[in-house]
């Protein structure tokens, strides 16, 4: 064997009813290197990182950690071995403290075998610090948002001591500068001849962080290379399998009726006096840092949250929406960054999924016509080749990008007038996403208005015809399509004027 590999993952086999999730799949890591693992969605990479995780059990294969044969068997099996793996879904326990998730089943005890609280708060803390994330360890995980709770998981993960740790997309749902830190802390482990297996859709992080990469496509290796020795496009064309134009597709439409209006809408602590309109025909970018309050601004549009003042008007009449299912009725549509929480029920099938926010439209006399629910459902997974079986496919055991796939059909179902579009490609692989920006030309070619959200800047400059910029809770800019530029947007959204 050779001792300079710390994981052999060999010939590994995994099926799942109707799907051949990883065939044959040869995976070595060396000591201290860290190894990308790229693929489209549904590719296979995150079936492969919970094999190794003990997560889930290969049907054929073989895995070598420092040239030993092993059989992992279980979660807590593999973090024995010094396996760690931050989930592309995220472990959490909603109820619990930031600390008790980080040390859950493994408390700092004191003699008599009670939890040793002090000492549990001091070591998260001192593990929260050396992220440079800015948490209280005591804080109600249930109370933190979507990139906090990434902090979360990146905590838990590393308090183990592991020596190969699997990231899943960590940096998914990160900031600029906490992904800064997620890198100097990815380099200190390096020192520490910790291996680290690294996944992400964002392309430019495989170049600045890892040594190796690894490309999977339909659920077999086309290649693994030094990062040195590749280039963006050749990568593309490995994970596609064909040429890629990756530029923004956008098709300008002539603006028509005033779709929405917002009017000094404002909730405490959240937003403040927020107006703005959107155009039939239009694509609006919100542009901000993590915690601007766009989220917070797209909820209180839809109705998911309070409002404590402020008028909404969809095409000139004024609305009273108290709850999402009042938006909907005025033919407004959300599609949420979180499709766990917000957007899907995972224990339901993709066609149920679908229909779901527009049963009527499937239904006659109280009775959902179950064909014409899969005949639409079969459109929406070939318009945005949503890679599944079937229509009849549990949500939950579609891969993450397929189920953010799903939110946006689930959307689109409805035949929303309106959409606003909270992290649209988040997650989504560089194929998928120029899909993405396609469908989205076409509604508004078709007279639909988009609010987009987005922190990739470039998609936000490539798509929007205008953009606005949101800094604590305030919308504090507008800049035309012509004059946008990141350093703007950026200038902008830091609070400068
Ligand atoms: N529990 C399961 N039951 C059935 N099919 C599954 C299950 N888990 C994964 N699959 C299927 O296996 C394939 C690989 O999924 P996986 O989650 O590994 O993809 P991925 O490369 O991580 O994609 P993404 O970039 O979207 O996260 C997909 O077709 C998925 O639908
Ligand atoms: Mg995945």
Do not use: C
Not at 12 to 40: C, M, N, S, W
Not at 469 to 475: L, S
């Amino acid at each position: 064997m050779n001792a300079k590999l710390v994981l052999q993952m060999n010939h590994i086999t995994k099926t799942y009813p109707g799907v051949t999730a990883l065939d044959d799949v040869t995976f070595q890591v060396r000591h201290g290197e860290v190894h990308a693992l790229v693929g489209e969605n549904g590719a296979g990479k995150s079936t492969l990182m919970k094999i190794l995780a003990g997560a889930e059990q290969a049907d054929g294969g073989e895995i070598f950690l420092d040239g030993q044969a092993v059989n992992i068997t279980s979660p807590l099996h593999a973090i024995e071995l010094g396996i760690s793996i931050i989930y592309q879904e995220f472990n959490l326990v909603p109820y619990l403290s930031v600390a008790e998730n980080i040390f859950l089943g493994r408390e700092p005890v004191r003699a008599w075998g009670l939890i040793n609280w002090p000492e549990m708060y001091r070591r998260a803390e001192e593990i929260l610090q050396r992220l440079g994330a800015n948490l209280n360890p005591r804080a109600i995980v249930s109370t933190l948002s979507v990139a906090q709770q990434q902090m979360v998981e990146i905590a838990k993960a590393i308090s183990v001591n592991a020596h190969i740790l699997a990231m899943d997309e960590p940096s998914a749902t990160l900031t600029e500068h906490e992904l800064e830190n997620l890198f100097q802390l990815i380099r200190a482990l390096k020192e520490q001849e910790v291996s680290i297996i690294y996944i992400s859709h964002r392309l430019e992080e495989i170049f600045e962080i890892a040594d190796r990469v690894t490309v999977l496509r339909d659920g077999q290796v086309v290649g693994t290379r030094n990062v040195a020795e590749v280039d963006r496009n050749t990568l593309i064309r490995m994970m596609v399998g064909r040429e890629l134009k990756e530029s923004f597709p956008k098709r300008p439409v002539p603006p028509g009726r005033e779709a929405l209006r917002v009017e000094h809408l404002s909730r405490r602590g959240v937003l403040h006096d927020i107006s703005f309109s959107l155009r039939e025909g239009e694509i609006v970018g919100l542009a901000g840092l993590v915690g601007a309050g766009r989220t917070e601004l797209a909820r209180a549009i839809f109705g998911a949250d309070p409002k404590d003042s402020g008028r909404i008007y969809i095409y000139g009449q004024p609305v009273e929406i108290n709850h999402p299912a009042e938006a909907v009725r005025h033919g407004l549509g959300l599609v949420t960054e979180d499709r766990k929480l917000q957007g899907l029920v995972l224990g339901m099938v993709l066609r149920e999924n679908t229909t779901l926010a527009n049963l009527g439209s499937v239904s006659r006399l109280g009775f959902i016509n179950r064909r014409a629910e899969r005949e639409a459902t079969e459109e929406f997974i070939d318009r945005l080749s949503i890679r599944t079986p079937s229509t009849e496919v549990l949500v939950r055991n579609l891969s993450g990008g397929n189920q953010q796939k799903v939110v946006l059909a689930k959307w689109l179902f409805t035949r929303a007038n309106v959409l606003i579009f909270d992290e649209p490609t988040r997650g989504i692989d560089v194929g998928s996403k120029v899909e993405i920006h396609e469908l989205m030309n076409d509604l508004v070619a078709q007279g639909a208005a988009i609010l987009m959200i987005s922190s990739e800047l470039p998609e936000i400059l490539g798509m929007s015809d205008r953009i606005l910029v949101m800094h604590e809770g305030r919308i504090v800019g507008e800049l035309s399509r012509e004059e946008a530029t990141q350093e703007k947007i950026m200038h902008l959204a830091t609070g400068g004027r």
